[in-house]
C-alpha cells in the first residue's frame, strides 16, 4: 500500500491507497509525528509514501517517514506529473491545487472540470478534457471572510457558520443576519457565476466540491458532485505511481 500525507494551513491528513487505487483516509492530526505513522507503516509494510505540504518546507515529516524506511517523494514544482500545466508560474502553483486537479483527471477522466476546494482558502481550478490544468482563481474561504470582518472593522460581530436546508434569504434583518447571510451567499455566488460562465465555454463541465468547509454547501450547490472528500488524495496516489513507474522505467 502507499501512504499519501497531505499537510495542509491547519492540519496533517494521511490516507493509505491499495493497489487499486482505492483511497481511505485514516489519520487527521495537527501535525505529522511518529505516533500517527509508524503503525501504518509496520501494519501495512509500507515502503512508498508522497507528501505534499502547504507550508514552505516538510523537512521533519520527510526525515521521520525515512526513518521508518518509507521512501518519500516530496510533491514539489519540479516533480514530474500525470497531467500538463499551463499555469506561467508552476513554483507558485500550491500543491494541494496540483494533486486535486489531477484527482479530478483520475475520477472524471476526459471531462472538463471544475475543482472547487473550500477550505482556508477558496480555490476554483479549470482542468480540461485533454488533461491539462488550465489555471484557476483563489480567494478567501468562508470562515475567514467571517472573521476578516470582525477583525478588520470596529464594531461588526463573529457571524457564525451556517449551514441552511432551503435556499438561504438575501436580505438579514439584523446585523448579525446581514453577515451570516452575505458572507454564506457571497461564496455561492461566487461558486455558481464561475460555473455558468466555463460551462458557456467548456461543454460537459463536472463541477466537483472538496475540502473541509464543503459539507455546508452541500444542499445549496446545484448541479455539483460533493462525494469526493478524497479528492486530493487520489491526485497525490496517481502522482506517486507514475513517478514509480517512470523511475522503473528509468532503471531498464
Do not use: W
Not at 85 to 97: M, N, S
Not at 109 to 134: E, I, Q, S, Y
Not at 200 to 223: H, M, P, R, S, W
Request: net charge negative; aromatic share 6%.
Amino acid at each position: 500500500m502507499n501512504l499519501l500525507v497531505d499537510i495542509g494551513n491547519t492540519r496533517a491528513k494521511v490516507a493509505l491507497a491499495d493497489e487499486k487505487g482505492c483511497v481511505e483516509q485514516v489519520a487527521l492530526a495537527e501535525k505529522l509525528s511518529r505516533e500517527v505513522v509508524a503503525p501504518l507503516v509496520a501494519e501495512h509494510a509500507i515502503r512508498h509514501a508522497i507528501l505534499s505540504t502547504t507550508r514552505r518546507t516538510a523537512d521533519e515529516e520527510v526525515a521521520l517517514l525515512t526513518a521508518l524506511g518509507v521512501e518519500v517523494l516530496q510533491l514539489d514544482a519540479s516533480t514530474p506529473l500525470p497531467i500538463g500545466i499551463a499555469y506561467r508560474t508552476p513554483e507558485t502553483l500550491g500543491r494541494d491545487r496540483v494533486a486535486a486537479a489531477v484527482g479530478a483527471m483520475v475520477r472524471y477522466p476526459k471531462r472538463n472540470c471544475l475543482v472547487v476546494d473550500l477550505g482556508t482558502a477558496l480555490t476554483l481550478d479549470l482542468v480540461t478534457a485533454d488533461g491539462v490544468f488550465r489555471g484557476g482563481v483563489i480567494s478567501l474561504g468562508y470562515s475567514n471572510r467571517l472573521r476578516a470582518l470582525n477583525e478588520y472593522t470596529a464594531t461588526l460581530p463573529l457571524g457564525g457558520v451556517i449551514s441552511p436546508e432551503g435556499k438561504l434569504p438575501l436580505q438579514g434583518l439584523t446585523t448579525l443576519e446581514a453577515i451570516e447571510r452575505g458572507v454564506f451567499n457571497s461564496v455561492c455566488f461566487e461558486i455558481e457565476s464561475y460555473q455558468r460562465r466555463l460551462e458557456a465555454e467548456f461543454a460537459d463541465l463536472c463541477v466537483i466540491v472538496t475540502g473541509g468547509e464543503a459539507k455546508y454547501f452541500e444542499k445549496q450547490i446545484k448541479n455539483a458532485i460533493f462525494a469526493e472528500p478524497n479528492l486530493v488524495f487520489y491526485g497525490l496516489n496517481r502522482i506517486l505511481e507514475y513517478n514509480l513507474a517512470q523511475n522503473a522505467t528509468a532503471k531498464k
